[in-house]
């Protein structure tokens, strides 16, 4: 059984999401964590290391950081055909892109974010913004998806960070396109639905 321990509107609302998405058995243990308003706190039953989520449970291992967890489910659920297996043609490009969202995305995100966008060291280490955006409108040039004609794990990801704030993705139609495509998703409209705590 697969337990996804889960703060409503936190980056584990996506997990609910790709779960849906791969017609997975699972249950959801809603947490607390510490919020930025200062509210919440850490839950004792969490047993993400930090007390932070998504952290996902099944057969007795826990499973931290996005995308290690995305990578996991799409691997053991297979069947969806939403994240490339080995020996898929395409499983590099998913490698990459899921390597180049946890190393690149959110940090170059939330450097951007924090104000952070013109620190010398942080753009000769991550580049900024544009380059982000530059390659994510390259690749859904060729889309409709991140990875092309399959939508996958790697969208989901990126979709999240619209949701968070739209203004952190590229403007212009393509992008809103993609994310509208990708919103209407109905295994997203159950996720939403599974967000709240009962
Ligand atoms: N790199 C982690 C980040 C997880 C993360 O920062 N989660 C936030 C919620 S969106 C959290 O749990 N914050 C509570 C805290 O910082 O203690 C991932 O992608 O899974």
Known sequence: MLKLFHAPMSRSSRFIWLLEELGAD?????????RMDGSGQADAKNPHPEG??????????????????ALYLTDLLPAAGIGPVVGDVR???????LFYY???????LTFSFLGLADNPGLLRTFRGPPEVHKRLLDALANGPYVLGDNFSAVDILV???????????PPGDLMDD???????RPALQRAQARDAAP
């Open 178 to 184: 993609y994310l509208k495509r990708c919103n209407e």
């Open 26 to 34: 699972y249950t959801v243990e809603y947490v607390t964590i510490p």
């Open 159 to 169: 979709c999240s960070i619209g949701a968070w704030a739209r203004s952190a993705l």
């Open 52 to 69: 932070k989520v998504p952290a996902l449970e099944h057969d007795g291992m826990v499973i931290t950081e996005s995308a290690a967890i």
């Open 91 to 97: 499983r590099g490009d998913y490698l990459t892109w």
């Open 102 to 108: 946890a190393g690149v995305i959110e940090p170059v």
